[in-house]
């Protein structure tokens, strides 16, 4: 069975410009949730989709945003990048709210 | 914040057990016990999970305590490979209840 894939694995932007990451989840798996892991503050949740809604959404400024679509996979988009946005971004998929999770292995994204 | 404290570093010899702790004593009576582990660069890795009683798989065996407040996961004969940060984590498993990550332990297993 395939794993959870992230693309791009890496990805370099320039500030003010911004970034769509993409995640396709375990076949059969429903729920979709993203989360950025950087040196000073770990890793760190950012919002989780169910069925195409956002089910619930940590503490991270508007710039960024998410979807899922009806195949479950799911977009993670960040606007006017910033140097702090540098991090390795984390999706993992479960196959319903709360089950156990299983990771991608990451983009990691650079702002130069 | 993490419900949980975990010694930061951990060191075990290559074959014998690793058994890492992890304090959980707020824990609610709906709350499992989650382990993950992140070798260096990659995502966490999903190890085993639990309520009250141990749980064994192919990877490690989970003890908790009686009284849920504390547990061990323990890696039988830890390998070079086993090499990475292991968190310990809290959560329901209704609703829509996240993985919050501590710093967890980063254990290094040696030659």
């Known amino acids: 069975k395939a794993g959870v894939t992230q693309t791009p694995r890496y990805l370099i932007k320039t500030r003010g410009q911004q970034v769509t990451l993409s995640c396709s989840p375990i076949?059969?798996?429903?729920?979709v949730s993203w989360y950025q892991q950087t040196p000073g503050q770990g890793l760190q949740f950012l919002f989780e989709y169910f069925s195409e809604t956002q089910r619930n959404k940590g503490n991270f400024p508007g710039r960024f945003s998410g979807r899922q679509f009806s195949n479950s996979r799911s977009e993670m988009n960040v606007s006017t990048l910033e140097l702090g946005d540098s991090a390795l971004y984390l999706c993992?998929?479960?196959?319903?709210?709360?089950?156990?999770?299983?990771f991608g292995q990451g983009t990691r994204l650079t702002v130069v | 914040d993490a419900k949980t404290t975990q010694p930061p570093s951990m060191d075990c010899a290559e074959g014998r057990a690793a058994n890492l702790p992890c304090n959980h004593s707020t824990i609610s009576g709906n709350e499992y016990v989650y382990w993950y582990r992140q070798i260096h660069s990659q995502g966490p890795q999903y190890i085993i999970h639990g309520l009250k009683n141990n749980e064994t798989n192919e990877m490690a065996s989970l003890i908790i305590t009686e009284d849920r407040k504390s547990s061990t996961l323990i890696l039988p004969h830890a390998t070079l490979r086993d090499t990475a940060v292991y968190y310990c984590i809290v959560r329901v498993r209704t609703g829509y209840s996240t993985l919050t990550f501590g710093k967890g332990t980063m254990l290094l297993v040696s030659p």
């Open positions: 993992a998929s479960s196959f319903m709210e709360s089950t156990e999770a299983f």
């Open positions: 076949s059969g798996h429903r729920s």
